[in-house]
């Protein structure tokens, strides 16, 4: 699948089907999306897989609010957690502070996306945690985590919804 047909066909998928991910294939995705670009290469993300019961702890802690439930039915979640940047912009301070670590995560984000579809899986991202001190007990970490990817095979009767964009001319000038 080209590029523009990738972007075309990606969805957020809640209906995941109980088939297994493979490990190996996660690793490749995450090992080709951490070539992501970020802001003086600084890289500031660990991707965390998860599985079975770190899996199903770290989902149950992303719900709340009725929000969620795709988070416990894909088999896979990666946790992506926002490492210090370890950078010094010649200019950082005296132009504008730098808090381009979000924007980073981002990319990442969108490169891990694309890469799960072209291998035939389907993603859904998540940017909400309802217990975030469990999500950082079961990652062991202190740095905040401010994504989520379910991952996994659609169900076969999973309904693909059609795209709802603003129009172009909203999002999009020439000047």
Known sequence: MD???????????????????????????????????????????????????????????????GLNAQAEKAPVLLAIEETPARYMSRFDGIVQANEWAAYDIGILTAHILLLAKENGLESCVIGYAADKSAVADALGTKNPVPLFIALGYARESATVPAKKRKPLAEVFSEE
């Open 3 to 65: 590029l523009n047909s990738l972007i075309e066909n990606r969805y957020s998928c809640r209906d995941f089907s109980d088939k297994s991910v493979d490990r190996a294939l996660i690793g490749r995705i995450c090992a080709a999306a951490a070539l992501a670009p970020s802001a003086c290469n600084s890289q500031p993300w660990k991707m965390h897989a998860l599985y079975g019961e770190k899996k199903m702890r770290v989902a149950r802690a992303l719900q709340g609010l």
